[in-house]
Nanobody
Framework: VQLQASGGGLVQAGGSLRLSCAVS????????VGWFHQAPGMEREFVAA????????LYADSVKGRFTISGDNAKNTVYLQMNSLNVDDTAVYYC???????????????WGQGTQVTVSS
């Protein structure tokens, strides 16, 4: 399974970005997809996750009400819509795939390369 994250960039505080995670390979197997972020000198932190059927989602408390995770099975792509961004959201964002939806990074077997999100004040 391969994951390709994209959509990062530089945005002003209060702005929006949409990240995409394209999943390829053995996609006949149902996977959950999670987004994590990692700021310099910090541990990788959970952001949001969705199961492959799309009927179950998880969010970190810090992004509830601002971020929305969704999936398009026809395109094998998961999106992370990020609104009301603030400087604390600045990090490299990674998507990952695993057998079960989880907040724990250890539950995910496959990882994308990451995309940088920078929020300026």
């Amino acid at each position: 399974v391969q994951l390709q994250a994209s959509g990062g960039g530089l945005v002003q505080a209060g702005g929006s970005l949409r990240l995409s995670c394209a999943v390829s390979g053995r996609t006949f197997r149902a996977y959950a997809v999670g987004w994590f972020h990692q700021a310099p000198g910090m541990e990788r932190e959970f952001v949001a996750a969705i199961n492959w059927s799309g009927d179950s989602t998880l969010y970190a408390d810090s992004v509830k009400g601002r971020f929305t995770i969704s999936g398009d099975n026809a395109k094998n792509t998961v999106y992370l819509q990020m609104n009301s961004l603030n400087v604390d959201d600045t990090a490299v964002y990674y998507c990952a795939a695993g057998p079960l939806i989880s907040r724990q990074y250890m539950a995910y077997d496959y990882w994308g390369q990451g995309t940088q999100v920078t929020v300026s004040s």
